[in-house]
């Protein structure tokens, strides 16, 4: 499955931002899907995932009540919803698609988008 991330971009403090990743090639019902960020200098980490129906969602400490992730199957794409946004939000988002059940860690994922900048400036 080909993955492409977009939303991005520059927004103050409190702001928000959606994010998107759009799924191609197969079955995308078939994948749980994970956003990940990383920070200049930092590795990459965990924010958030939902499984394949939908049903199951899990959330970083440092973005729950924050931000929210939600998928439409019929349209291929999984959401990251941000909220409240924070000058340490700032980072390249990933999102990353997986075979396996919803996971938390990198290497659970089989497929990687390339990436979309966020920048929360204070």
């Known amino acids: 499955v080909q993955l492409q991330a977009s939303g991005g971009g520059l927004v103050q403090a409190g702001g928000s931002l959606r994010l998107s990743c759009a799924a191609s090639g197969r079955t995308f019902s078939r994948f749980a899907v994970g956003w990940f960020r990383q920070a200049p200098g930092k590795e990459r980490e965990y924010i958030a995932a939902i499984s394949r129906s939908g049903v199951t969602i899990s959330y970083a400490d440092s973005v729950k009540g924050r931000f929210t992730i939600s998928r439409d199957n019929a349209e291929n794409t999984v959401y990251l919803q941000m909220n409240s946004l924070k000058p340490e939000d700032t980072a390249v988002y990933y999102c990353?698609?997986?075979?396996?059940?919803?996971?938390?860690?990198?290497?659970?994922?089989?497929?990687w988008g390339q990436g979309t900048q966020v920048t929360v400036s204070s």
């Open positions: 990353a698609a997986a075979e396996a059940p919803l996971g938390r860690s990198l290497d659970q994922y089989d497929y």
